[in-house]
């Protein structure tokens, strides 16, 4: 049977969760997926780094106590060495989930480069390398003949990039739209009960959707990011973050979204990418005031949703989480998942 | 290139809409998809049998006068011989979209047979052979080593069969919930503004969302057939309508709906498939007041919607037409797709 070695990168909630689906659940996925997944290399800010090219012992690793680091065991040293772990592991699937600066996407953008450069495929829900420099990492991905998949960095688990490429060939989309900040939507379904804003956001701060800062959730710089994806992704824009007009929802009040209710509509901080009559693509991220008949209006909580236009199929939306350590572990086992398949269309192509 | 050449059996609506992709499509989507379509047999009860191994010129009969039939073209006649085109016709891939009987499935379900038992694929929109007769015909594909495809039986061209299993691999799906009849939810929404149920019905007859008869889309009948295909296709049931517990909406008034708003709820019709605790697959067809935050709730006018419910990803949903010429006809498209990707699959893997 084929197999994976993973060198994960990070090793916070969302990788620890993808090493717990490894661990309790890789026969069964090697028996439906035809294939094996190892975990031959981690490196944490905290743990250090370890490096065992036959097969790291997850259960152990998993149990670790606080404190501890990884200069205990074979392999292991107290020291985070990314980069060096990245170019001499014997992994061909590097997995990043480190954290991400919304600036240049560092450290993110330099563990994808190196991890590719070196001839491995990459997975990550890191929106920083995808958006900030998704362009020219793709290019080095296939002049390397590898993969760089990031399907988690739009909607966690929930499919968006391969929805488009996989469930809609042959269709012309001409927009993508999408609610793709849960904290933003839970904030706005808490405001419709009447809560002020600030009232709202401490909410959803006790309940783990927001940030200690929720700046980038309220004023639209996360979804900011997302639409880039998109619109380069499914469009073939080449557009950054400055090409995006963005307004967030710190404007709106409780009694905004009062009326509206009493008017039919609802508010939604919506992220857009459109083809205009002459090929542009226009993106914005601002709140609007949705018919309760559109197919975002009834995404609640903080539920995420994109809608895609085609011509063939009128408007298809698909909602789901879109943040969760499991689902966005899920997010980089979709990845593989996709990494596999084309090795394997590849190789039958080229044998 | 690769190509793939059809037999359209029936030339209605949907087929006649494939006809107009291909006819004005047919380049664009062999850039795209790798391989080119021709159409080298037609057969339709009005207008008889056509058969050109060569490839038969779409614009001419799409340009067809009322009344004319398929004897005055070289290779055709009056006389529509559906067994003996699929049987003879040089296609290797059979398309389906006769009507068909919802008790026994036939002429489709004998349609899909002799295509398969003569070796060549089939896709279908009817939802009457994969509901009655499913499990058989995919073991006469698997023989024969062809594909038997059926996307468009669900929710036309929306994709819910491939969701689940291009989408979602890895995770574990226990439920399967959807709005599977866009005439019933219709009508749901106009009583909601206080109509009753014969004027909506009549509203919907008038828009051709409802058929003549409208009892199999009011009374659940429709819904029922879906909930067999997703139990069986999607939780590896093995289950037929008998086994699904089905009621309709006609018990509800516009007094019960606008009940149901005050209550902060919506009544919606139901299709659910779900694994009890003891593995065994329970499925209904049932009026449910929904929450407004169900993902179900929201969902609009014709539109219709599954949400499939899993382990890794909690619930995701997918929202879409469930009906109309050229939708369905996408579906149509999209399953030749899947039936090529396999072919290239299986050519890599034995090569």
Sequence with gaps: MNRHDLALIGFGGVNRALAEIIHTRGDELAAELGFTLRVVAITDLRLGSLMQSDGID??????????????????GVAVPQNDYVIR???????????????????????????????????????????????????????????????????????????????MLPGTRISAVQGILNGTSNYVLGQMETGRTLADAVAEAQALGYAEADPTADIEGSDVQLKVVILANE????????????????SGLTAADLAEAAAGGTRWKLIGTARRDEEGRVIAT????????????????G???AVSFDTDLLGTVTVSGPGAGRIETAYALLSDIIAIDAHQRAVAGATR
Excluded at 58 to 75: E, I, N, Y
Excluded at 287 to 292: C, G, K, S, T
């Design 58 to 75: 997850l259960g152990v690793v998993l149990r670790m106590g606080a404190g501890a680091t990884f200069a205990g065991f074979a392999g």
């Design 88 to 166: 001499s592991t014997t992994a061909d699937i590097v997995v990043e989930a480190t954290f991400t600066n919304p600036v240049d996407g560092e450290p993110a953008v330099s563990h994808v480069r190196a991890a590719l450069e070196s001839g491995r495929s990459v997975t990550t829900t890191n929106k920083g390398p995808v958006a900030l420099a998704g362009a020219a990492l793709n290019r080095i991905a296939a002049d390397h003949g590898v993969r760089f998949e990031y399907e988690g960095s739009v909607m966690s688990g929930t499919p968006a990039l391969r929805f488009a490429s996989e």
């Design 234 to 249: 499914i469009l073939g824009a080449d557009i950054t973050t400055a090409d995006v007009e963005r307004r967030g929802i």
């Design 285 to 300: 991220v601002e709140p609007v005031a949705l018919p309760l008949t559109h197919p975002l209006a009834g995404i609640s």
């Design 302 to 304: 903080p539920t995420n």
